[in-house]
């Protein structure tokens, strides 16, 4: 268990703009996820589940949402008088994309940087959604006397990931030739964009990379001096997945439907710790028929149900029928609606008898606080 020796730093705000009505109101750190999280609980929970008690949180925008989550800390236990929870606010104003812009947002929280005192950094994308094992990956960066330590997994990744990193991994761990968005490549080593370096270096790496006007962390900086740095990675065997568009989002929650995934990523070794809200039990009404869904507490199902991922304090009227939808928190299905392949977000309305569907492929996003 790593102590006082390891500091987080979160990146909220990664790929806000691929995520359509998703992110319009907030960032994609504060997605609801799987009936009763948010993305940014799976990075923070990782974290502490290593013993790092210092994490900085990197805002951009829309980030009310997830202050209101995250609050001071103390349901990841970071709410310390030494180290703890920061909030670290906007870094600048600017309209580029954020994938452009994390050597600014470093450049913008330098003085944290050199006011810490730990002597390693883990870095991490609030919109990856697994159970890694942070104290195995910093035991193993140590190991290999690694200069950058990327987490990794194996596989076809996602299409939709604008800055999938990929790289070959040889079998002493090292990583070779780094690549940037290789659409070409169909299987790959890709990154989970978790990554452990020493706090020195990464201020040194910020410093050189402003003062050449250099804006792409992997591209100019890690992929420059592939020569000079000593990179290894580091395999994540179990689930994750980044979450990069509206499809990997609905994938994502529906994966939770299969006991192994859940298993996996909800693992008693390492929770997953979340913001508690004191709610009743689901009450399920004598005509309600509920298979394979995850169904959060608070929730009133009075109708049918199949395939779905219901949140907290969730509405189903009678004579609804739910099929392969996520309803977030606080939605309300009236009667006799139907909704196939629907994802609707926080407090929307269903009216009685509407029939609203996608398909297998394209699931109809209902915005946030919508009636149809």
């Not at 109101?25 to 799976?42: E, M, T």
């Not at 990075?43 to 609050?71: C, E, F, P, R, W």
């Not at 270096?201 to 890690?222: C, M, Y």
């Amino acid at each position: 268990m790593i102590t006082n020796e390891v500091m987080g730093i979160l990146f909220t705000n990664v790929h806000d703009e691929y995520l359509g009505e998703l992110t319009a109101k907030r960032a994609v750190a504060s997605i609801p996820f799987g009936a009763r999280y948010r993305l940014i609980d799976f990075a923070l929970s990782n974290l502490v589940n290593a013993g790092i008690s210092k994490v900085g949180v990197i805002t951009k925008s829309n980030y009310q949402s997830l202050m209101d989550h995250i609050g001071s800390g103390k349901y990841w236990d970071l709410d310390r008088k030494k180290g703890g929870l920061f909030i670290l606010p906007p870094y600048n104003t600017t309209e580029s994309g954020f994938s452009e812009s994390k050597i600014d947002a470093l450049g913008g929280i330098m003085t944290f940087l050199r006011r810490s005192s730990e002597k390693y950094v883990v870095m991490c994308d609030a919109n990856i959604v697994g159970n890694i094992d942070i104290d195995a990956v910093i035991e193993y960066h140590k190991e290999k006397k690694a200069d950058v330590t990327f987490v990794y997994k194996s596989g076809a990744g996602s299409d939709n990931d604008r800055d999938k990193i990929s790289f070959k991994v040889l079998k002493s761990g090292a990583i070779k030739d780094i690549r940037v968005d290789d659409s070409d490549s169909k299987t790959s080593n890709y990154s989970l964009h978790i990554l452990v370096l020493e706090r020195e270096k990464l201020i040194e790496l910020i410093k050189e990379a402003q003062s050449k006007n250099l804006k792409h962390l992997t591209k100019d900086v890690f992929m420059a001096k592939e020569g000079e740095l000593k990179y290894f990675g580091f395999k994540a065997n179990t689930y994750a997945t980044v979450i990069n568009s509206r499809e990997a989002y609905v994938k994502a929650n529906f994966d939770l439907l299969d006991p192994k995934v859940r298993a996996e990523l909800f693992c008693p070794e390492r929770p997953i710790y979340t913001k508690n809200r004191d709610n009743m039990p689901a009450k399920y009404g004598i005509e309600a028929k509920v298979t394979n869904s995850l169904v959060g507490d608070g929730a009133v199902i009075h109708g049918t149900v199949k395939n779905s991922i219901v949140f907290r304090d969730v509405t189903i009227e009678e004579g609804a029928n739910i099929e392969n939808c996520i309803l977030m928190q606080g939605c309300t299905v009236k009667a006799n609606a139907s909704l196939k392949h629907v994802a609707a977000d926080k407090n929307s309305v269903v009216s009685k008898g509407s029939e609203i569907g996608g398909n297998k492929n394209y699931t109809v996003i209902i915005p946030k606080e919508t009636t149809v």
